[in-house]
Every structure is written in structure tokens, then in C-alpha cells.
């Protein structure tokens, strides 16, 4: 039963994936090695010049204002409260943030993203008198709810609690901080200030942290946001092992899905059976709603007789040592390192994004032996993917059209 629920919550999961604007794919910048906006003239690159705009923060909230100002003229009243929570961001998170903001070229404006939450407070009081709520009794008891789910390491069911209890108590303005771990110097840990309308606050941790040795922003424990977590280095959204996709595997259906929507990648599937499973290593390129991406995944299943398009994502023990990298020409977009994992992926947000022809990805597997490594690379070269392999190790190239 347990399987079922989490296969029903990730389908679910998949479907708000796809059809949201989804607010993980605005934490991610390029790893361009020249300076953002520059057009890199490359004759020998056909697609240096084929880049296409894409929607910029600015632009979607200006959609919504759109929205909202329709919604109250005909309505009378607004869908999305007009007034917001005044968030400030200091020390290391508003380096960070300014540096998303300069490296997507003003296309990305993390400051913007922080200072959409309405502010519902304004009208706490009245909310309170009217349902007879007693904020004093309350309030404790939705602080001790939120102490119970974090000692768990439920944080978000944390946040959820201390929230509702801050909406109560009235906010007046909020900063996103960090500070420095004392036993791990190179460790910032994210932190929350609530100040209130009545001069009091509080300060609410959180288990994301920033390493300023790898540049990693990420929540403690490997947990991921969604199941994502952000490469600093290359400023790109990679996902963590037991990412909430996994419990669903995969099938066709889900790319024709995402193509229908924000996504416009092409694929490769490459399937081989070997060591009585049937196994489907896939790999992707092209643009992601507002980032340029790619992706490879292994997948497999028991040897079937009668074949379908559903594969399980491959298990701890089927997992392969993969490295991945995604070029624009002579540009690289990311790379991401050697690492044992089933799905490694990178999306990249930047000033333009790319058709798939125009984007080059090549990485590396490791396979447990040379004859599963040699499977491979004909199956590769059978699907135009450049494949070859040192002993098990296979190097291959998805090269763009010329």
C-alpha cells in the first residue's frame, strides 16, 4: 500500500511538475566562460546566433498584475493580494542572490521571487475576532505542532505551522540570512528573521546551507527542495538520489506530456538486455520551460517477453558512476562531475535557450563490466549518439546538427 500512495503522490507531483511554473528552475545560472549577454561569434557554430528570448522574472509578475488588475474589475476584488511581505536579504544569501541576478543578465531576479509572499496580516485581527480565536492560546500550540515536525525532519510541515502561527502574531517585514557554522567554518546556515508589527521577533533556522567550498546551496542531509538541490559552481540545478521522480519510473508518456507544455527537448532511448533485465539508458537536450538542459537516465526492469514502455528507475545496485556535460557551440553550459547516481541532469537558466540542434551533451559511464560497457556502445552508435569505452568505461558525444 505504501508503494501505491507513493506512486499516486508522485504522479501527482509530476503533474504540478509540469503544468506550474515551477519555482525550483529559478534558482539556476550559466557556467558561461565569458560574460553573460556577450555573443560568442563561432563560424564553425551554426547556432551561436539561433537563441530565443524567454520569459524574465519582470515579465511573468507583470503577467500576474495583468491578471489580478482583470480579476478585480470584473470581480471587484483582487485574486492575489496586491500588498506583500517586505522581505530583506543580507550577508552571504544577498551575494548569492546578486550573483544569480548578474549572471542571468537581469533575466532571473531572486530579490523580486522573495518579495511576492502577500501579506495577509493587515486583516489577522479581524480574521481572529470574527472566528473567536484566541491568538495567546493558539499560537503556542501551533509552535509546539511545528517543534514536533522538525525534531522529525519534517521541515516543510515545520514551516507550514510556524507560518500560520506568524500570520496570526502579524508580521511586518522578514530577512533571509546566514551564519557561519562555528565546528564547520565553511558551512552558512540559512536562517529566517520575523519581525512583528508590535517591535517584537524571532528567528525561525532552516536546514538549507550554503558551502562555500563546494558552492553548494542545498538542504542538510541530502534532502533536496522537490528533490533538486543547486550547483553553485555552474550555478545548476542537479537532482539528489532518491528525488521523489524515482518512485514512478518512467515511460513515453511522459515525454509526449512535457512537450505538450513548457519543454521542447529532443531524446535518445537505447535499449539493451543484459543479465536477464531490460534496460533503457536515455538521454535528453533541449530547453527546460526558461533553462537550457540535459539529462541521462538508466532504467530497467526483469526481462519481459511481451515489451512495454515502462521501465523502473534503476535501483542502489543497478546505479552507475556518470558524469554530464552540455556545450552551445564551443560554450560550456555546465558539467556536471562523476557521480554514482540513475538520473544526473543539469538546467541552466540563461539569456536565451537553445533548440536542441544547437546544443552538444557528452558525458561518461562506468559499467560493472566490458561486456555490458560494449553492449552499449552499439547501441549508442546505432542511434547516432558517438559512443566508445576504455575497458568498461564509455565516453559518448550527442553532437548538434551542422
Known sequence: ??????????????????????????????????????VIIDETDPGYNEGKDHLTTEQFFGFVDTIN???????????INEKKIRIEVNGVMDDIFSEWLVKTGGTLDPFQIANCLPDFTDGSDKVCELLRIDVDTLAPLFKEKANDFYKQGKTFEGLFFDFARMYLLGIDHMSIDAEQNESEPEIYKVFIMIYYRDGSSEKIKSDFVYDTNTHELKRRNNRGV?????????YVIYAITDTWQRYFGFCIAYDILANLTVYDYDTKRIYLTYGGKDWL???????????NGAEIGIY?????????????????????????????????????????HWWVIGFSIEEKIYDAKYLTAKGTIEFPNEEFAELFVQGANKKGIEASRDGA???WLWAQEN
Open 393 to 395: 568505461k564509455v565516453s
Open 1 to 38: 500500500m505504501k508503494r501505491i500512495a507513493d506512486r499516486l503522490i508522485a504522479v501527482l507531483l509530476t503533474l504540478t511538475f509540469v503544468f506550474s511554473t515551477v519555482t525550483v528552475f529559478t534558482v539556476a545560472k550559466t557556467d558561461a566562460d565569458v560574460p553573460s549577454g556577450e
Open 226 to 234: 522537490f528533490g533538486f538541490n543547486l550547483d553553485g559552481d555552474g
Open 69 to 79: 488588475a482583470m480579476f478585480k474589475k470584473i470581480f471587484g476584488f483582487n485574486i
Open 281 to 291: 539508458f536515455q538521454i535528453w537536450k533541449g530547453i527546460y520551460w526558461i533553462s
Open 300 to 340: 530497467n526492469r526483469p526481462e519481459q517477453q511481451i515489451k512495454t514502455t515502462f521501465y523502473e528507475c534503476a535501483p542502489d545496485e543497478d546505479m552507475m558512476v556518470m558524469s554530464l556535460e552540455l556545450y552551445q557551440g564551443n560554450r560550456k553550459i555546465f558539467a556536471r562531475e562523476p557521480q554514482l
